[in-house]
């Protein structure tokens, strides 16, 4: 039962951090329908920079990740301009080639910078083991969890309750439609990729603090998102957000129980079930649309 326990959390941890990655992704689809395949590298590259304003220049834990979300949101704001929105109304194929080639750029930017070592991430809270009903948890996954489930709630907050959220709302509804109603669309998408690359470093320095910092966590992170989003439904916030805790609790528990060499071929095997038993995920639903 302690064991049991304890992979559920490690799943927790692990999938509230895909669930937060997964807000990027499904915000930009919902509103181009188009896969930002740029994204896991942006948040790779904010948590490089959290890395370095935290070991290289001493800036407190707080002001220096808030920094490194900026420049995340700034980054995803840059990716936009540069490489969406000349190529928006192209043919499909055209903004995911764009995409990738800017996912590339950032990388080997990020490896001239820092080089292709696996660096430790800071510890930025203290960590204990903490004894409950006779099991023995790690404190640094609650607060993991904690965190993430927090800022989710947060951008959640933001995207329903906010005349800005509002406004993306309507936007991924009818682009042509908004406009009409007097919305900028093209500010609205802006902040989009802001809000994106902004969750996503934040994501990423919660997954470093699980893990490491090292170039291929973007496109590990931009797999691991993806996936969830695939599981809750495309285009769903709620979707992102169960889809990512499933994946995350399932790969614990396949790791825990069967073995970690097993753990992508099934969760792969299981997403394909779900594909063919629901294609729009679990949260997903098909949109008639008037011609």
């Given at each position: 039962?302690?064991?049991?326990?304890?992979?559920?959390?490690?799943?927790?941890?692990a999938?509230?951090?895909?669930?937060?990655?997964?807000?990027?992704?499904?915000?930009?689809?919902?509103i181009?329908?188009?896969i930002?395949?740029?994204?896991?590298?942006?948040?790779?590259?904010?948590?490089?920079?959290?890395?370095?304003?935290?070991?290289?220049?001493?800036?407190?834990?707080?002001?220096?990740?808030?920094?490194?979300c900026?420049?995340?949101?700034?980054?995803?704001?840059?990716?936009?301009r540069?490489?969406?929105?000349?190529?928006?109304?192209?043919?499909?194929?055209?903004?995911?080639?764009?995409?990738?080639?800017?996912?590339?750029?950032?990388?080997?930017?990020?490896?001239?910078?820092?080089?292709?070592?696996?660096?430790?991430?800071?510890?930025?809270?203290?960590?204990?083991?903490?004894?409950?009903?006779?099991?023995?948890?790690?404190?640094?996954?609650?607060?993991?969890?904690?965190?993430?489930?927090?800022l989710?709630?947060?951008?959640?907050?933001?995207?329903?309750?906010?005349?800005?959220?509002?406004?993306?709302?309507?936007?991924?509804?009818?682009?042509?439609?908004s406009?009409?109603?007097?919305?900028?669309?093209?500010?609205?998408?802006?902040?989009?990729?802001?809000?994106?690359?902004?969750?996503?470093?934040?994501?990423?320095?919660?997954?470093?603090?699980?893990y490491a910092?090292?170039?291929?966590m973007?496109?590990?992170?931009?797999?691991?998102?993806?996936i969830?989003?695939?599981?809750?439904?495309?285009?769903?916030l709620?979707?992102?957000?169960?889809?990512?805790?499933?994946?995350?609790?399932?790969?614990?528990?396949?790791?825990?129980?069967?073995?970690?060499?097993?753990?992508?071929?099934?969760?792969?095997?299981?997403?394909?079930?779900?594909?063919?038993?629901?294609?729009?995920?679990?949260?997903?639903?098909?949109?008639?649309?008037?011609?």
């Open positions: 039962m302690e064991y049991l326990v304890k992979q559920l959390l490690n799943g927790l941890a999938g509230s951090i895909y669930a937060l990655i997964a807000v990027g992704y499904n915000m930009v689809y919902g181009l329908e188009l930002n395949f740029a994204h896991g590298d942006i948040y790779m590259f904010g948590t490089f920079i959290a890395l370095s304003l935290l070991t290289t220049l001493n800036v407190p834990v707080i002001p220096a990740v808030l920094l490194a900026v420049a995340g949101g700034l980054i995803g704001m840059l990716v936009e540069v490489a969406y929105r000349p190529v928006r109304d192209a043919p499909r194929v055209v903004p995911m080639i764009s995409a990738v080639g800017a996912a590339l750029v950032l990388r080997n930017v990020a490896q001239l910078i820092w080089g292709t070592e696996t660096m430790p991430f800071p510890e930025m809270f203290p960590t204990r083991m903490v004894q409950v009903g006779g099991i023995q948890i790690n404190s640094m996954q609650v607060i993991i969890l904690v965190l993430a489930l927090s989710t709630g947060v951008f959640a907050l933001i995207v329903r309750k906010t005349k800005l959220g509002k406004a993306t709302r309507s936007v991924a509804q009818d682009i042509p439609a406009r009409l109603m007097g919305i900028e669309v093209n500010k609205i998408i802006l902040f989009v990729y802001f809000a994106g690359g902004f969750f996503g470093v934040a994501a990423g320095v919660l997954f470093s603090m699980y910092v090292w170039i291929g973007g496109f590990l992170g931009t797999m691991k998102a993806w969830a989003c695939v599981i809750g439904g495309i285009g769903s709620q979707g992102a957000f169960v889809g990512g805790l499933l994946l995350g609790v399932t790969e614990a528990l396949i790791s825990g129980f069967v073995s970690s060499a097993y753990r992508d071929a099934i969760c792969y095997a299981i997403v394909m079930v779900i594909l063919v038993a629901r294609p729009m995920g679990i949260f997903g639903r098909q949109v008639a649309e008037k011609v």
